[in-house]
């Protein structure tokens, strides 16, 4: 099973960056599927959730970043805009499954940097 980020790069505050994430297993049903980032000492923070027709968003990302997956169900993004230095960090894509076991996958994480 794999789970691969990419997207990630350096961008000016203000800007705009789409990161995506690809599933190695069929995932159009079952699963919640999550942006998490991490921050240079900080936790870990949830991001986006979408698992259809429910969407979830971290309130400081709200009406800024949305999440959005593929009709495959196999992939998912982040659209990020009016990006600003404090959304800096590592992001992570997360596929859990919303059943017993709840097994969970962890992307390797992707840079998202943003800065003038």
């Known amino acids: 099973v794999q789970l691969v980020e990419s997207g990630g790069g350096l961008v000016q505050p203000g800007g705009s960056l789409r990161l995506s994430c690809t599933f190695s297993?069929?995932?159009?049903?079952?699963?919640?599927k999550s942006w998490y980032r991490q921050a240079p000492g900080k936790e870990r923070e949830l991001v986006a959730s979408?698992?259809?027709?429910?969407?979830n968003y971290a309130d400081s990302v709200k009406g800024r970043f949305s999440i959005s997956e593929d009709n495959s169900g196999n992939m998912v993004y982040l659209e990020m805009n009016s990006l600003k230095s404090e959304d800096t960090a590592v992001y992570y894509c997360?596929?859990?499954?919303?059943?017993?076991?709840?097994?969970?996958?962890w992307g390797q994480g992707t840079q998202v940097t943003v800065s003038s």
């Open positions: 997360k596929f859990k499954k919303s059943a017993f076991p709840y097994d969970a996958f």
């Open positions: 297993e069929d995932a159009r049903t079952g699963y919640v």
């Open positions: 979408i698992r259809n027709p429910y969407i």
